[in-house]
């Protein structure tokens, strides 16, 4: 079974800075994509950003310029930077890891991790 579990949320300010972190724990042979979405009160999920094993991000427009992606293959950990925080960004931010194989033959599954609780308030 593989499990991913996320931590660094919080209150922050307005204009403030947090980091996030998901590690996935398990079997895991290789995981293809990562990345973090959120889901506000009343709203549906949404993605936030994306990071392929090579590197390759997607953003929403919403977070671009203010978030960075990055992640760890060697840790099977991704990291969310949020900088310039707005109210907007309140949230549960939850991590997702796509295709992760626990074998070179056989297919993987997607999985994502319980949430964390992001609040941006003065």
């Known amino acids: 079974q593989v499990q991913l579990v996320e931590s660094g949320g919080g209150l922050v300010q307005p204009g403030g800075s947090l980091r996030l972190s998901c590690v996935a724990s398990?079997?895991?042979?290789?995981?293809?994509?990562m990345g973090w979405y959120r889901q506000a009160p009343g709203k549906q999920r949404e993605l936030v950003a994306t990071?392929?094993?090579?590197?390759?991000?997607v953003f929403a427009t919403s977070v671009k310029g203010r978030f960075a992606i990055s992640r760890d293959n060697a840790k099977n950990t991704v990291y969310l930077q949020m900088n310039s925080l707005i109210p907007e960004d309140t949230a549960v931010y939850y991590c997702?890891?796509?295709?992760?194989?626990?074998?070179?033959?056989?297919?993987?599954?997607?999985?994502w991790g319980q949430g964390t609780q992001v609040s941006v308030s003065s």
């Open positions: 997702k890891a796509d295709n992760v194989r626990r074998s070179p033959y056989f297919s993987g599954s997607d999985y």
């Open positions: 398990g079997s895991i042979f290789r995981i293809n994509t």
């Open positions: 990071i392929t094993s090579g590197g390759s991000t």
